[in-house]
């Protein structure tokens, strides 16, 4: 391809980008007027219900998620926790001692366990 049909070919796209590029800035609101938005997330003191496994689960899932959070979700099988638990500990490095995730994947199903 010649130069003379390559700048032809990318003209429509520089136009493009450069009129973005210089009508970009112009919309953005100054810095001194920006504000950063209250928000209220919602928290939760409520730790799980008192059983075989709560210490585990309060100590090592309320890390990172409500009680309320967990227990809100659907009831599953057992081979559902099993897959759950270990994705937190493997995937997002939950603070889950490898000992401790039987104990949780037992409470989980005693609570919302289905067959």
């Not at 970009?24 to 059983?51: R, W």
Request: aromatic share 4%; with cysteine; net charge neutral.
């Amino acid at each position: 391809m010649s130069r003379l049909k390559l700048a032809r070919a990318l003209l429509p796209a520089t136009l493009v980008v450069g009129a973005a590029l210089v009508a970009g800035p112009a919309s953005a609101a100054p810095l001194d007027q920006l504000k950063s938005p209250n928000v209220d997330v919602p928290s939760s003191d409520m730790m799980f219900p008192a059983g075989p496994g709560s210490d585990e689960i309060n100590s090592g899932c309320l890390a990172c998620h409500s009680a309320d959070h967990v227990l809100n979700q659907p009831s599953l099988t057992r081979a559902n926790w099993e897959e759950i638990v270990n994705k937190m500990i493997k995937a997002y490095k939950a603070p889950i001692d490898p000992g401790d995730a039987a104990k949780i994947v037992d409470y989980l199903t005693r609570l919302k366990g289905k067959s």
